[in-house]
């Protein structure tokens, strides 16, 4: 996903963008207190630099993270230095234990490669659930939602400079090839250039139930504010 400078650059877009961690945490303990009312322990996989796992941890007391990126997870220490962030991939990570709560945010499913690989992630995740624990996963679009040729831009004005984000996206058979291009300004460094790829899977609302359904984890499709994509939430069969 995002390395080195990518990850200090990827919490400025999204303060910009006024993203709303804590509230967004509040919504998924809700969510999971309606399934699972005695969840004590979340595993947030995909951690990234810690904004959502530091704001869960205030609703599940015994909180970790998994994320693949050393640079995401520097970021992560820096900010939550007490909260263990163990270094795995979300399809295939072996942490010795269960968790009451398992959460996977920012549509961070979408970089599986395709459904088998969905599959396995579901399954993974699955095995590190409690009985009756909860998975909370934020998908990427689906092919029916998905907008060709779609553009995104910003521009972040902050203390340590300035970013100007550039994205397209395109349809390459069942996946979206974003290509994403930045200008990053700094009085030390002056103007720089930087460039991003991703690629990620698309999978219909049935593909996505269908692989919870797999892992022992039946689950159903939410939409509330302010996630735009919607959540899938599972519980773990007992």
Same mark, same amino acid.
């Given at each position: 996903m995002?390395?080195? /400078?990518?990850a200090?650059? =990827? ?6 963008r006024?993203?709303? =961690? $804590? ?5 998924i $303990?809700?969510l999971?207190? %309606?399934?699972n009312?005695? $969840? ?5 996989v ?10 869960l941890? $205030? @609703?599940f007391?015994?909180? %970790? ?6 640079e ?7 900010? #939550?230095? @007490? #909260? ?9 990570? /072996?942490?010795g234990?269960?968790?009451? +709560?398992?959460?996977l945010?920012?549509?961070?499913i979408?970089?599986?490669?395709? =459904? ?5 992630t579901? %399954?993974? &995740? ?7 624990? +909860?998975?909370?996963i934020?998908?990427?679009v689906?092919?029916?939602?998905f907008?060709?040729?779609? +553009?995104?831009t910003? &521009? ?23 290509s ?5 300004a700094t009085a ?5 250039? &930087?460039?991003d790829?991703? *690629? &990620?899977?698309?999978f219909?609302r /049935?593909?996505?139930?269908a692989?919870?359904?797999? %892992?022992?984890?039946?689950a159903?499709? +939410?939409?509330?504010e302010?996630?735009? *994509?919607?959540?899938? #939430?599972?519980? *773990?069969?007992?």
């Open positions: 995002y390395e080195g /400078e990518f200090d650059i =990827y919490d400025r877009i999204h303060a910009h006024g993203k709303d =961690y $804590a509230g967004e945490a509040r919504l $303990a809700d999971v207190r %309606a399934r009312p005695t $969840a004590a322990s979340v595993l947030d995909a951690s990234g630099t810690g904004r959502h796992l530091a704001h941890r $205030a @609703e007391p015994d909180a %970790a993270g998994l994320e693949q990126s050393p995401m997870i520097a970021v992560a220490k820096r900010r #939550i230095p @007490e #909260i263990t962030v163990h270094q795995g991939d979300m399809r295939d990570f /072996e942490l234990r269960s968790f009451d +709560v398992v959460t945010m920012f549509s961070s979408g970089y599986v490669d395709d =459904y088998p690989d969905l599959a396995r579901l %399954a993974t &995740l699955g095995r590190h659930l409690t009985p009756g624990g +909860v998975v909370v934020e998908p990427w689906f092919p029916d939602t907008a060709p040729g779609y +553009v995104s910003d &521009l972040v004005r902050d203390d340590e400079g300035a970013v100007a984000r550039f994205s397209h996206s395109i349809r390459e058979g069942d996946a979206v090839v974003m994403v291009q930045y200008l990053v030390e460094h002056g103007i720089r250039h &930087l460039t790829r991703h *690629r &990620l899977a698309l219909t /049935e593909q996505y139930l692989a919870f359904e797999a %892992a022992g984890c039946p159903e499709f +939410v939409r509330p302010p996630f735009g *994509r919607g959540l899938f #939430i599972g519980v *773990r069969k007992s």
